[in-house]
T-cell receptor
């Protein structure tokens, strides 16, 4: 079955860049997503990338996709304390399969 | 728009009790989902409903039932709660579940403790 893996924890200093990595197994994934979960809240979509793209930039966020290695990353530039949260990678979108497959989440801690 | 709403926010049950978690969305989405979130395990799909009148099992359906009451509402029922069902439950919705960009919008979650 499909599998999505992420490292559990990342700690950075305020102002540094953060890079959160994700690997997935389903080569038929059409879209890959990054969601953010703040304490006590639901998941909020941050950004997504279509599988035929290598990179997508959205303000401080840069998503890189290496489809050959099935590797996805999220780079947050100038990381702020408000970026402290759990970040989930998810894949899905191929015809016939419902819903998304989520990774276990990476907890980002931003030190002031 | 309220987006996706869930009730209750918190619930404590005793083993064997039953309860229904409610979810509603006001975005005219076709598809709705129930996930559970456990520490270190991400989100796991319990059931989903691709459209009004249809429901399908996800990854972890045992011990749960669902009802797609209408296009807006999708409820999750625990008939006989067990401690293993202690979790945070999230409802989500999306416009379509038949491929293509599948942006899911999440509710705030229901925290359930089964004693």
């Amino acid at each position: 079955g499909e599998d999505v893996e992420q490292s559990l924890f990342l700690s950075v200093r305020e102002g540094d860049s953060s890079v959160i990595n994700c690997t997935y197994t389903d080569s038929s994934s059409t879209y890959l997503y990054w969601y953010k979960q703040e304490p006590g809240a639901g998941l909020q979509l941050l950004t997504y990338i279509f599988s035929n793209m290598d990179m997508k930039q959205d303000q401080r966020l840069t998503v890189l996709l290496n489809k050959k290695d099935k590797h996805l990353s999220l780079r947050i530039a100038d990381t702020q304390t408000g970026d402290s949260a759990i970040y989930f990678c998810a894949e899905g979108g191929d015809t016939g399969r419902r819903a998304l497959t989520f990774g276990s989440g990476t907890r980002l801690q931003v030190q002031p | 728009n309220a987006g996706v709403t869930q009730t209750p926010k918190f619930q404590v049950l005793k083993t064997g009790q039953s309860m229904t978690l409610q979810c509603a969305q006001d975005m005219n989405h076709n598809s709705m989902y129930w996930y559970r979130q456990d520490p270190g395990m991400g989100l796991r799909l319990i059931y989903y409903s691709a459209s009004e009148g249809t429901t399908d099992k996800g990854e972890v359906p045992n011990g749960y039932n669902v009802s797609r009451l209408n296009k807006r509402e999708f409820s999750l029922r625990l008939e006989s709660a067990a401690p293993s069902q202690t979790s945070v439950y999230f409802c989500a919705s999306s416009y379509s579940a038949t491929g293509g960009r599948e942006t899911q919008y999440f509710g705030p979650g229901t925290r359930l403790l089964v004693l």
